[in-house]
């Protein structure tokens, strides 16, 4: 932790500790992947057996409450103390083939959030297709001319440090690139590359039968995040309501539920809007989540409900990240 967030940490503390008197807590964790990678730059991987151990920990220590009883008890205007609400984000295999099987050995309830537009093609998440081009040490061209937006970018990829550093560069400049744009300058990297389109089996989306699967296990809610996986900033408000909207039907569809629940990709405060939120209380979505650390209280906005982001943490570590925002 750098000094700058620990005095942010600091000042937060007494604040944190006198809404915790007031008003009970609860706290929900974002996680995307459990499995094992060789390259992780985004940090989204959870080992299987940390996860393990970290669920199995809450399960002793604090009150694994399902989205549904979350959504509940916000309307009660109570929470139960001590409750945690675990999600996941994006919709990746490892979500069913993994993280599942440890969630019902455990009788732990979560909540996953599935962008619909690659299930069932052979596509990897953009932000993959950067690292399995700039870092997975493939033999590359030596520089990188790239079109955005009707500027030509060079990247010099002579050595592993300019490829690490193109790949930073790059990231920021698709994510807020609309879909259409994002999609050719992915394939004109892939194509530069020579990578084919075909992603890696280890950064797959779940399949729509493995959603089905997934949506009638018990310890299992299945949310909306979009078709696109656009920070929804970036889209009108007529492109927001049809990437929302299309996420939304598809799973109603393949799944027969009800879609209640929502959460923003990428989710901090930049990358969804006004529009978002007022487009989610039109499709009546009953919680909506967010990504920027806080807790839930009962005067929570319940269309942007924060979440705590969890990294690949050993126990002692998980232990000290969820106990502090418990303190009363």
């Given at each position: 932790m750098?000094?700058?967030?620990k005095i942010y940490s600091a000042t937060l503390s007494p604040i944190r500790f006198t809404c915790n008197l007031i008003n009970t807590p609860a706290i929900i964790l974002i996680y995307h992947r459990v499995t094992t990678l060789e390259n992780d730059p985004q940090l989204l991987a959870i080992n299987p057996d940390n996860f393990y151990k970290q669920i199995e920990w809450l399960k002793k220590n604090y009150n694994i409450i399902s989205i549904e009883e979350l959504s509940d008890r916000l309307k009660d205007k109570k929470l139960p103390?001590?409750?945690?609400?675990?999600?996941?984000?994006?919709?990746y295999a490892d979500n069913y083939l993994e993280a599942l099987p440890i969630l019902e050995t455990l009788e732990a309830p979560a909540t996953f959030f599935v962008t619909t537009?690659?299930?069932?093609?052979?596509?990897?998440?953009w932000w993959d297709d950067l690292e399995r081009v700039?870092?997975?040490?493939?033999?590359?061209?030596?520089s990188l001319s790239l079109n955005v937006s009707g500027n030509i970018c060079r990247f010099d990829v002579s050595n592993q440090k300019n490829k690490l550093n193109t790949y930073n560069e790059l990231h920021?400049?698709?994510?807020?690139q609309n879909p259409s744009n994002r999609d050719l300058l992915v394939k004109s990297i892939l194509d530069w590359s020579g990578l084919n389109?075909?992603?890696?089996?280890?950064?797959?989306?779940?399949?729509?039968?493995?959603?089905?699967?997934?949506?009638?296990s018990e310890y299992a809610t299945i949310g909306a995040h979009t078709k696109s996986h656009s920070p929804l900033s970036i889209l009108s408000k007529e492109e927001q309501r049809k990437d929302i909207i299309s996420s939304?039907?598809?799973?109603?569809?393949?799944?027969?539920n009800q879609i209640k629940y929502f959460s923003y990709p990428f989710g901090c405060k930049n990358d969804y809007n006004k529009n978002s939120i007022d487009i989610c209380k039109e499709l009546n979505f009953d919680l909506v989540c967010s990504n920027y650390y806080g807790q839930v209280h009962s005067y929570s906005n319940i269309y942007e409900l924060p979440r705590c982001l969890i990294r690949d943490w050993d126990l002692n570590l998980f232990k000290s990240q969820i106990n502090k925002y418990f303190r009363y």
């Open positions: 750098t000094l700058k967030s103390e001590r409750s945690i609400v675990i999600t996941f984000d994006d919709g537009g690659i299930i069932d093609t052979d596509k990897e998440f700039f870092l997975s040490r493939i033999d590359l061209p030596p920021p400049i698709l994510k807020f389109y075909k992603g890696r089996k280890t950064h797959r989306t779940m399949t729509q039968k493995e959603v089905i699967k997934l949506s009638k939304k039907e598809q799973l109603e569809n393949w799944t027969n």
